[in-house]
């Protein structure tokens, strides 16, 4: 006993610069990560800022009472979870294939701008990208139905007012979006594999189908896998610009384009309350951790070296 | 190691309060200088510091210091009070505002925009009887007793409406260039039918132009087309603005479903914005760049006198309708001391010579004279030699922010007798019977959230046209059932009648 504590304390000495350099770490994440949480009590009180926060009342569970009680509840988080798992699972495919495509090109200067031009979409707004996506479909001067429409002879369709079209409209916005991040964060990992596995496998007469299928993926698979545990804990969240810019608002679109934080954002606008904000808010981070913690426990189940941790 | 630490703390400790111990002396020579110029007036001693915050609606005016210096002048000598003035983007407005009172920061006197109920609801405004009348002779003279009335909660008032116009009349807005192209007979148009054959006019003669508009960014068609009072949040509503104090859902009436028809017939005849539902920009601009004709508006006195409204000559005409007063007309913009404030009556007296004051208001509201403007004749003003909108140091051009605007000067322009009229105005509008009601939405706040989503999802749409009212107004009905609404009208009804009986 009195041994393990002394090597527990020679451990301490030998690596205190270390601890030490984790201090400001440490405390940035304390201050800025932690110390905040105590509003997470907001979530269960009546607001009264003549009392404070910690002088307001206690509400127990009313704050979260208007997430669950309307007709919407069941919409909103559907809406939430079946996007958030397209953009993932088609977000992951094609970055990958992306990054191999990319790694295959050998001129330097292409593979350059290829990148460049896949990344800049993700450098704009949501609310510029709202645009362009406004002039791609509006009514009266939208580039669709004003030339690609007519030119196949299909009547003008009113975009804004009609659902059906926009979860293929916000998934490929997404993906044109997002796709240069996560293509570079891949196409790194790609770059990090030791060239003498395609060497051998060249010499062995592996074709390059088999060295993509053989080498590549097995050897990116924890970043992706680590990539998709980072979504499924933000599963809960959306992209507000996404959901509220995009399809401008537009009430006729909701059945498909409402999720919880346009909802939250939107019941919440005219009541301003903090204390029903705090609890949507915090109701999504439960129920992300809790996501993190079980796909974390299934990749454990089938591949251990693959978890997070 | 250890000593290190200790010296570097003492280090701290010492810079800090050797500073403090600077600002601390600063401020007692400052003290000092006032109170030897101002020999003469009576309240000696440090003046009281107060911090203002107001909104902007422009960018941060560049001559803030200089305000705040002609403001203190003033102030000092005749309520020993220095102002501190925080002017915020209206866009990080709450927030802000918000953050301030969670954490308490400084915070004397602001206007709520709009949310004078939540403000009240959420305790950031303390009660102003009692100061009103130790230290508010000023505002309660300048204030139809009415409208001051207007702003009491469960019989407390927290907040001082500023003086504007206080009632409106529903009208339309057009262009004044293409009125007098088509020679529109105004004087017929008295009901919103009427429009229909100007609208067709337009049409048939500007093809390329829409000929009717939302009335503002995210608004429907008939956004400010008001036939009730809507009880501070349109969930239960008055018909008529009387309806012997019974509270109806607007949504079901047969009016409502009139209107909507009417809309749809003219979205189909393509006399309403195709994008309507969707319009990202400004009625305004539309009308400006030639996009747009007219658009329905809450009309009232500074807007039938023919104005060039953001640079377009238009024309305004009201229909034939009685200039009615509601609640939410008087507290859309409420002056108010906050529950931050260390000195509430000082705060009271400076709100008070907002109200009373001649060259407050005109600080406040035009800036300084001969620097952000210059008096042409009369009470008529504009800007002096090389000055303009854009570089003008201190142009807000929101008098109505600023309590008593009736006190300053009118810009060139404006009609002369604006004040005039707006007062003779307010005086002549008829009063809603649930004047000075106001509805506590917290009893039912869940159901209202929920109610809030329903209501962007199809009001937007229905009223510009974009829907058949046939099939989605159903629709619309029964999922604001499914919401609650009328346990909210039955809530709202409650509180009417309470506030009925505590009136009488």
């Known amino acids: 006993m009195s041994v393990r504590l002394e090597n527990v304390r020679k451990k301490i000495w030998k690596f205190s610069p270390l601890y030490f350099m984790m201090l400001p770490g440490l405390a940035y994440l304390l201050i800025n990560n932690y110390l905040p949480m105590y509003g997470i009590t907001i979530a269960f009180k009546d607001i009264n800022f003549a009392k404070g926060i910690w002088g307001s009342d206690w509400n127990g569970m009313q704050n979260f009472k208007f997430l669950f009680s309307s007709s919407d509840a069941y919409l909103i988080t559907r809406n939430t979870i079946l996007y958030n798992a397209a ?22 200067l292409a593979v350059k701008f290829y990148q460049s031009a896949l990344l800049l979409p993700y450098l704009i707004s949501m609310v510029l990208v709202s645009y362009l996506v406004y002039s791609l479909l509006s009514v009266n001067v939208g580039f669709m139905n004003k030339t690609i429409l007519p030119a196949l002879g299909i009547d003008p369709i009113s975009w804004y007012n009609e659902p059906k079209y926009w979860p293929f409209i916000l998934v490929f916005v997404n993906l044109w979006k997002g796709i240069g991040f996560s293509c570079v964060v891949f196409l790194a990992a790609i770059i990090g594999i030791n060239k003498e596995y395609y060497e051998a496998a060249m010499l062995d007469g592996a074709s390059k189908w088999q060295q993509i299928r053989k080498i590549t993926i097995p050897l990116i698979t924890p970043i992706v896998i680590m990539m998709m545990m980072l979504s499924i804990g933000r599963i809960f969240y959306s992209d507000f610009g996404l959901f509220y810019q995009v399809p401008m608002n537009s009430g006729a679109l909701f059945s498909t384009t409402n999720v919880i934080d346009t909802y939250v954002f939107r019941a919440l606008m005219q009541l301003g309350d903090i204390g029903m904000s705090a609890a949507a808010g915090l109701y999504q981070s439960v129920v992300g951790f809790i996501l993190v913690i079980l796909s974390n426990y299934a990749v454990r189940k089938f591949s251990k070296d693959n978890a997070l941790f | 190691m250890k000593t290190k630490i200790k010296m570097l703390s003492m280090l701290l400790i010492g810079s800090m309060l050797l500073l403090s111990a600077c600002s601390s002396n600063n401020n007692s020579s400052d003290a000092g200088a006032t109170s030897d110029s101002s020999e003469s007036s009576e309240p000696a001693g440090k003046p009281t510091e107060l911090t203002v915050a107001f909104p902007i609606f422009s960018a941060q005016p560049k001559d803030m210091t200089l305000i705040e210096d002609a403001l203190n002048k003033i102030t000092i000598e005749k309520i020993n009070v220095k102002v501190k003035l925080m002017p915020i983007s209206f866009s990080n407005w709450m927030q802000q505002t918000n953050l301030m009172f969670s954490s308490g920061e400084k915070l004397d006197l602001m206007p709520t925009i709009s949310n004078y109920n939540q403000a009240v609801v959420q305790g950031q405004l303390i009660p102003l009887d009692e100061l009103l009348e130790k230290h508010g002779q000023g505002i309660t003279s300048a204030l139809d007793p009415a409208f001051l009335d207007a702003a009491r909660v469960k019989g407390t008032i927290y907040g001082v409406p500023t003086l504007h116009e206080m009632a409106s009349v529903n009208g339309i807005t057009m262009k004044k260039e293409i009125v007098e192209k088509y020679q529109i007979d105004t004087s017929k148009l008295q009901t919103i039918e009427d429009l229909e054959d100007v609208l067709k006019t337009v049409k048939a003669g500007e093809p390329n132009m829409a000929p009717l508009l939302p009335s503002t960014i995210g608004a429907s068609i008939l956004n400010d087309y008001k036939t009730f009072d809507e009880l501070s949040n349109f969930l239960g509503v008055l018909p008529s603005f009387d309806n012997d104090l019974k509270v109806v859902n607007h949504f079901e009436t047969e009016e409502y479903a009139e209107q909507l028809k009417l809309m749809r017939k003219w979205y189909e005849e393509g006399l309403i914005l195709q994008d309507a539902s969707t319009n990202q920009t400004n009625p305004l601009d539309l009308v400006k760049s030639n996009r747009g004709f007219a658009f329905l508006l809450s009309a009232h006195p500074a807007a039938l006198s023919e104005g060039a ?82 570089n003008s140091g201190y142009y807000l051009n929101a008098g109505w922010l600023f309590g008593n605007q009736f006190l300053s000067y ?26 000075g009601f106001t509805f506590d939405p917290t009893p039912v706040k869940t159901e209202a959230a929920a109610i809030g989503n329903v209501i962007t999802q199809y009001r937007l749409p229905l009223e510009t046209g974009s829907v058949d009212p046939d099939k989605v107004l159903p629709k619309f009905i029964e999922n604001l059932k499914a919401a609650g609404i009328d346990k909210v009208i039955a809530e709202k009804q409650k509180q009417l009648d309470e506030w009925t009986k505590a009136k009488q």
Do not use: C, R
């Open chain 1, 87 to 108: 953009f993932i699972v088609i977000g992951m495919t094609v970055g990958v294939g992306t990054a191999i495509l990319l790694n295959e090109i050998k001129n330097k």
């Open chain 2, 309 to 390: 409204a953001g640079g377009v000559p238009m024309k305004t005409v009201a229909f034939s309708q009685p200039a009615v007063s509601t609640t939410s007309q008087i507290t859309n913009t409420m002056w108010g001391i906050t529950v931050n404030s260390k000195a509430p009556e000082k705060a009271m007296e400076f709100l008070n010579l907002m109200y009373s004051d001649k060259d407050i208001a005109n600080v406040l509201i035009w800036g300084i004279e001969g620097k952000h403007y210059v008096v042409q004749s009369g009470n008529v003003i504009d800007f002096p030699e090389g000055v303009d909108a854009s």
């Open chain 2, 410 to 435: 009118v810009w060139n322009g404006t009609d002369p007798d604006l004040w005039e009229k707006v007062k003779a105005f307010n005086a002549s509008a008829t009063k809603s019977k649930a004047l």
